[in-house]
C-alpha cells in the first residue's frame, strides 16, 4: 500500500502563490503516477492534473494550465503542486492520488490522501 499526506494548504490573497506537497510512504513512490484533484462544496470532483511515475509527462486541467506545475522529488518520496497567480475560484480542498498508470478520472487512482484546504480571499 501507499500512505499520503498533504500539506501546505492555508489562506492566500488573490494573485499570490501556494505550493503543496505530498508525502508518501510504503511502496516506492517513483513506481506511482500522481494525481492532483480538488473539490469545492456542493461541486463535484475536479481533476487538476497528474505526473507519470517517470516524472517527464505531465497534463493539466485547462483551468490551471499555464498557472499551476507538478513535479516530484522521487529521493524525498515527495510530489509537489506549485501554484501561481491563485483565483478565488482556486479555493477548494485539493487531494493528491497514486496510481499505476496517470489518469484524469478520480476512479483510476488506488491511494488517496485526506486533503489540505486551500482558501483564495479577494
Known amino acids: 500500500q501507499v500512505q499520503l499526506v498533504e500539506s501546505g494548504g492555508g489562506l492566500v490573497q488573490a494573485g499570490g502563490s501556494l505550493r503543496l506537497s505530498c508525502a508518501a510512504s510504503g511502496r516506492t513512490f517513483s513506481s506511482y503516477a500522481v494525481g492532483w484533484f480538488r473539490q469545492a462544496p456542493g461541486k463535484e470532483r475536479e481533476f487538476v492534473g497528474t505526473?507519470?511515475?517517470?516524472?517527464?509527462?505531465?497534463d493539466y486541467a485547462n483551468s490551471v494550465k499555464g498557472r499551476f506545475t507538478i513535479s516530484r522529488d522521487n529521493a524525498k518520496n515527495t510530489v509537489y503542486l506549485t501554484m501561481n497567480s491563485l483565483k478565488r475560484e482556486d479555493t477548494a480542498n485539493y487531494y493528491c492520488?497514486?496510481?499505476?498508470?496517470?489518469?484524469?478520472?478520480?476512479?483510476?487512482?488506488?491511494?488517496w490522501g485526506q486533503g489540505t484546504q486551500v482558501t483564495v480571499s479577494s
Open positions: 505526473i507519470r511515475w517517470s516524472g517527464g509527462n505531465t
Open positions: 492520488a497514486a496510481g499505476r498508470s496517470w489518469s484524469v478520472y478520480a476512479d483510476s487512482y488506488d491511494y
